[in-house]
């Protein structure tokens, strides 16, 4: 872990010491997932864990309506399906692949051995997760928001988390549909889609024939996000 730095959207790999990360790294066996792949599915039985090496995963669950609702995005340095591998329940969400992700699959006895002997890693699991509950309830507080103002701080985390800087701006290259992305911001897809060519006809987001989003300005964004309205 980066001593006295601010690990807040640092992956698990991030927050560990170089010691315990590289003994992480030496668990299980590689694997590796094409561009939708499902990595686990929702009820599931298995009870490995997955540490995604490259790519990004979406994990998604199934809401009382029987909607996939898309619970969060995560990158590489994340360790996925540990909560089954941990307390040896059933899945309870589905994580799928955005894009090629190659990772380190390892088995539950494997896993729960390490987390014994090394107790950090707990901590550091919680606190990524805290960070995901931290920015679930930022997006609450935006619901009496316009539209435009969630789906900008939506872009806006998504971008900082997953995205790359290039000479033209950020680039999210990540296959999100309005529909996932309406489930993140808590609304209809169809406010969704609206919202989002709003912000494409101001010009504060660009998008490319393969669903890649490029924010030219992102303290534009940012504004929208804390409230500017758009022209």
Known sequence: MRGGADMSGASLLERLSDRVAGALLELGGPV?????????????????????????????????AGDAALLAVLS??????????LDGQPRSATVVACGPVT???????QLLDFVDFHREVLVELFRVRADQVRWANELRRA????????????????VRHHGSRTTGGWTLDLPLTNVELASIAGMKSRTAEKAFSRLRDAGVVLTSTRRAVLV?????LDLIASGQQLP
């Open 103 to 109: 990772g380190r699959l390892i088995p539950q006895h």
């Open 32 to 64: 590796g997932y094409g561009s939708g792949e499902v990595v686990f599915s929702e009820g599931g039985d298995d009870g490995h864990a997955v540490l995604v090496l490259t790519g990004a995963v979406k994990v998604r669950a199934t809401d009382e």
């Open 216 to 220: 030219p300005d992102l303290p534009r």
């Open 143 to 158: 619901m009496p928001h316009h539209a435009a103002t969630r789906i900008a701080r939506v872009l806006g985390h998504l």
């Open 76 to 85: 590489a340095g994340n360790l996925v399906g540990e909560m089954a591998a």
